[in-house]
């Protein structure tokens, strides 16, 4: 009597069919977009690290600069995350709507662009303080710090509403996530331009926390859509059906 080893034969066969079903290309994809969006929340903390260098006589004080230099890093890293979301869901987003895909790759560019532009505002005020410039460049610290603050506005409250409003389209229209996600960034995007030309008119101030408020949804969506990715990937589509 032949005695057959199921548990061996069981072993070969899971070890053979691990082999042959390595993860896939679309899989990939969603991890890597889900951890850049989640990497696009380290700059969280500058919030408050910035306190000191918008304060109003910091280039007159004494100290060590490094908080501002490691905000600065953070946005830097925001900024080069923000660009690389776009870039690696772009061949897929691509295959629901060319143009606009293409569109939400260059207005994250735009937004990373005020992004550079604002840290180089700010380091602008630390190379002024390590110089000892003094009381004489005053004005222009605080010139630099209103430049920052007005700057901060179009890059990281006009132009996510527009980066959102696009990626919660492409999302809607192609089902690769749930919808109700995708309407979160769809509804997001405009609430959060209604407190940007609010804040534009002058009606709340940009620090006041009703500004604050109108973010979260954008937030929110981009947040949660950073873990669904990385937790769940892409939901079967259409557009994903040769992969």
């Known amino acids: 009597m032949k005695i057959i080893n199921t548990n061996r034969n069981a072993s ?15 899989r990939k994809t969603s991890l890597l977009a889900g951890i850049l969006y989640l990497l696009t929340f380290v700059s969280v ?20 600069d490094t908080s501002a230099i490691i905000g600065g890093i953070l946005e830097i890293i925001v900024a080069l995350a923000g660009i690389s979301t776009a870039v690696v869901l772009y061949p897929v987003l ?40 003094g009381a004489d460049t005053l004005a222009t610290s605080h010139a630099l710090v209103a430049l920052y603050d ?31 996600l995708s309407l979160i960034g769809i509804v997001g995007g405009p609430i959060l331009l209604i407190g940007y030309f609010a804040i534009l008119f002058g009606v709340i101030g940009q620090h006041a926390p009703l500004a604050g408020l109108f973010a979260i949804p954008v937030a929110l969506f981009e947040f949660s859509l950073g873990i669904y990715l990385v937790v769940k990937g892409f939901k079967p589509s259409v557009i994903t059906a040769d992969k």
Not at 12 to 26: D, H, K, N, Q
Not at 45 to 64: F, H, M, Q, R
Request: with cysteine.
């Open 94 to 133: 691509r295959k629901q709507n060319e143009t606009a895909s293409l569109g939400l790759v260059a207005a994250r560019i735009l937004e990373s662009g005020t992004i550079f532009v604002g840290v180089a505002f700010l380091l602008s005020i630390v190379t002024l303080r390590q110089a000892g410039a």
């Open 12 to 26: 070969i066969v899971a070890g053979e069919l691990t082999e042959r079903a390595p993860m896939s290309l679309m």
């Open 45 to 64: 903390p500058t919030l408050a690290i910035y306190g000191p260098v918008k304060s109003a006589d910091y280039i007159l004080g004494a100290g060590p």
């Open 150 to 180: 007005r700057i901060f506005l179009l890059g990281q409250s006009f132009m996510p509403a527009i980066c959102d409003l696009l990626l919660g389209f492409l999302l809607y229209h192609s089902r690769l996530v749930p919808r109700n």
